[in-house]
């Protein structure tokens, strides 16, 4: 019988195989592979050898390498060997947070990550919140408590919802969306504000909307504001929006999933002015702080509602009844704060906040590098560490143009040296690049940038 240590050491030896693997997304015989898996039910017990084996030839070549330095997809965070090493601590020891008294330090560590996040991204007035799965879960919450907050009887009587109405930007996650889905006040109640040429929202426009919505009968609940948005990074005018949303009286929570952690840098910590007015706030440990997925993070200024769901089961026959998972959906709820804790001890806020202003660097790197190409439009100005380009060419029109970006795209995800994808900007397909990884360097932009400019001289030919 092997021991656990040295299982351990048997894996770790697989995942060295990352290091001399240059290809970053999944083996091009995809579709093979996932078909050459074993898909019976195992009966008997495998030895650990040739179950290592088996993970090997049949996972591994199909495992996007995340962490590389050249890969630049949607906004996926790196993590960091400390997160690894958390996330097994955390699997050996399985906490469940369910009750406080099943496991105390899973509460605790919670309570005082959060403290910790709230100091992190300069907003220490945040004296409540919560671990989540995502900025998802988060944002989902976010607007469950400004009902909570909005409709104190909602919890026994529910709420006619057709006449509440939810503002954000065309620019927001569409996790808000979901989240109008999910929590049955339906898409149709969510407005969606249109975007200045840097892609922030038209406080204008907004108060307009709330207006003339309020005198056509609705109730304006939250006004949710975006620092630091997914398709280009950009950041809201906040301040403005906690006015408005103080004028009107309804709940304003913020967006940071991404983005927030920058707050940090002094030169661009005056663009998230007028946070701290906000009722709650996300922020995503997962992304811009590189800690494994997954970890989102609710912050709240105070708690609307705490809903006692205590069956007998869970009933502790004593005083002591504290249940975390009274504020969320789940009721189990995994040692989430653990691999934060680890992340921040080890490296310290000073030393993140290097590697976010390394990230933003080598991002205006890139740009300068291919401003100075003639086939090459950047758009909009990146502020954070998310570039937007296309390839342009004075002969093609509009439509050519579409089809040399989507092409390179499918170049890009064809060569698997590099990968990023793209996104959609005023109806223009445009090339998306996210940086959020302490191990880039400036030799891996120099790489990123030759293999774009390869796949341009090979998509322009197809055209
Ligand atoms: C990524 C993102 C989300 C969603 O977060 P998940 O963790 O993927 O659920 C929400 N808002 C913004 C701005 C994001 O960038």
Redesign the pocket.
């Known amino acids: 019988m092997k021991s656990i240590k040295d299982k351990l050491l048997k894996a770790i030896d697989i995942l060295d195989i990352k290091s001399t693997n240059c290809e970053i997304t999944h083996s091009k015989d995809l579709n093979k592979l996932i078909n050459q898996i074993n898909k019976q039910l195992p009966k008997r017990p495998l030895d650990y050898d040739s179950l290592i084996n088996d993970f090997k030839h049949q996972i591994i070549p199909l495992l996007n390498q995340n962490t590389s330095p050249n890969y630049a997809a949607y906004?996926t965070g790196s993590s960091t060997e400390i997160g690894a090493i958390a996330e097994f601590i955390k699997g050996y020891y399985n906490q469940n947070g369910l009750k406080w008294i099943n496991s105390p330090i899973t509460s605790e560590l919670e309570k005082l990550v959060v403290k910790w996040i709230s100091e992190f991204i300069l907003l220490p007035n945040f004296n409540h919140g919560m671990l989540t799965?995502?900025?998802?879960?988060?944002?989902l919450l976010a607007i469950h408590f400004s009902l909570a907050n909005a409709y104190p009887n909602r919890e026994y009587n529910g709420i006619p919802s057709d006449k509440i109405k939810v503002y954000s930007s065309d620019q927001?996650?569409s996790?808000?969306e979901r989240a109008m889905v999910f929590l049955g006040l339906g898409r149709n109640s969510l407005v969606k504000i249109s975007t200045d040429k840097s892609y922030k929202v038209n406080t204008e426009e907004l108060e307009k909307r709330i207006k003339s919505d309020k005198a056509s009968g609705y109730t304006p609940l939250i006004i949710i504001g975006?620092a630091?948005?997914?398709n280009t990074g950009a950041i809201d005018n906040l301040l403005e929006l906690s006015k408005i949303s103080n004028k009107y009286n309804t709940w304003f929570h913020i967006?940071?999933?991404?983005?927030l952690p920058a707050i940090r840098l002094k030169k661009l910590r005056a663009r998230f002015h007028g946070a701290s007015f906000a009722d709650s706030i996300?922020v995503?440990p997962?992304?811009w702080m590189y800690v494994p997925?997954?970890a989102?993070c609710l912050l709240l200024k105070k708690i609307p509602i705490a809903i006692n769901f205590t069956p007998d089961y869970l009933d502790d026959f004593s005083s002591e009844q504290r249940m975390i998972s009274d504020q969320t959906i789940e009721l189990t709820k995994e040692f989430r704060a653990l691999k934060i804790w680890l992340t921040l001890k080890y490296y310290g806020a000073d030393q993140i906040s290097q590697f976010i202003e390394n990230d933003i660097f080598l991002i205006n790197y890139l740009s300068k590098k291919l401003k100075i190409l003639d086939f090459v439009e950047i758009h909009p100005e990146s502020e954070l560490s998310i570039l937007c380009f296309r390839f342009i060419s004075e002969n093609l029109n509009e439509t050519q143009t579409e089809r040399l970006n989507i092409l390179s795209l499918k170049l890009i995800k064809e060569n698997r040296s590099i990968f990023f994808t793209g996104t959609r900007l005023n109806n223009k397909v445009y090339m998306r690049i996210f940086f959020g990884n302490p191990n880039r360097k400036k030799k891996d932009v120099k790489f990123m940038l030759k293999k774009i400019i390869e796949v341009y001289n090979h998509s322009i030919k197809q055209i």
């Open positions: 906004i799965t995502g900025g998802s879960m988060s944002n927001t996650h996790s808000v975006n630091g948005t997914t967006d940071g999933a991404y983005g996300t995503n997962h992304k997925f997954e989102s």
